[in-house]
């Protein structure tokens, strides 16, 4: 079987790149794959010529220069149809690929097509939850609303598998769009193992809470803010890369301002798991994800994760590895200045989250449950 991966950044991830957590995701699942003797060609959104890295054959999936929908749309189809593709994955919501799956099932191709659902926005098509800044100008509402909504649609409905990361994101695929019976896989995120310490002379101060993520006003910033303003004995750590559209707003000035929130920028991954180990528990103010990376992150240092919206397949509240306010601000903050000066509540649900991790998130187990996956279409 010849599997099809569409996407971009993989090529880096396998090469050891700079990129973020989900193309690392696709390049372990790949490598699993491959491991496992399937053939898999990759299709990169922005390549510009076929390409070998370790022993998988990386295609363009169309051409950069150009802008015309049409003739880009035509070459990757083309691209799929000449490499005798059996089945083809994507994650992610992009246009191109979403017309791909309608033209593919119009014109009753066997090739098999499954859709990995990067976070909850793309069942939704939109951010339901607290701590979002909305679209403002007409292109950023036609662009993040509708084309998403369309691009959600096509994918959904033209799909033959739709592949989840959380049991919620299942109950939530079931109920949208209820009128067409849908296959449902739910195939949680990989924990990335870390690579080589880059720098083990790293100085890092001990801190109560450890927040990680592109700060780009969409994670949550403000909830950040308020609970270093509402609790000035907590120190937080903030990873991630500020974005430049953000640095400009009032949110990002009153950040930067408050005493107890060290702004650290992009930080290589391989160094990730060293400031990780300095904090007490990880901080997600994030309004929606998927399962992220950074719990796993945080769960392999043992680490809690306190969360103010997201407790995916309920590993916070039932599974006991840190604890969820469900949207709740003010529980958020009482639950925090609880646990502060109780040692063991961090050590009992750090070691609940280190267990969860190896049961439920290696490499090994999740790649056999792809290639499981991809092979029931024999």
Known sequence: MKIGFIGMGVLEALTGNVVGGAEKQQALIIDGLTKKGTDVVVFEYYLDKPTVEKGINFHPAWDKSSTSFLRNFK??????????????????TQLYVAFLFFYLKMTNSKIGLFWGIANDHDLKSHYNKIGVKSSKSLYEKFNKGILKKISSFLLFHFCDVVICQTLEQMELAKSKWI????????IT???????????????????????????????GERYL??????????????????????????????????????????????????????????LSTSPVEGFSNVFLEGWNQSKPVISLNVDPNKSLSDGECGYCAKGSYENLKIHINKILN?????????????????KDHTSELISQKYFNLFRGLN
């Open 225 to 282: 803010l308020k609970l270093a303003q509402d609790i000035p004995n907590m120190q937080i750590l903030c990873l991630g890369k500020v974005s430049d559209s953000f640095k400009s707003s009032r949110l990002f000035q009153d950040i930067v301002k408050q005493d107890n929130i060290a702004l650290m920028g992009y930080i290589l991954n391989e160094n990730i798991y060293r400031y990780i180990s300095k904090a007490d528990f990880v």
């Open 342 to 358: 109780d040692k063991k509540y961090m050590d009992y649900h750090g070691k609940k989250g280190k267990e969860r991790l190896m």
């Open 75 to 92: 070459q990757l189809s083309r691209q799929i149809k000449n490499n005798n593709i059996d089945a083809v994955y994507t994650r992610g």
């Open 179 to 186: 009128f067409r019976e849908k296959r449902h896989e739910m």
């Open 189 to 219: 995120n990989i924990f990335i193992e870390p690579s080589e310490i880059v720098n083990i002379e790293l100085e890092i101060k001990e801190v109560d809470a450890i927040w990680i993520g592109r700060i780009n006003g969409i994670k």
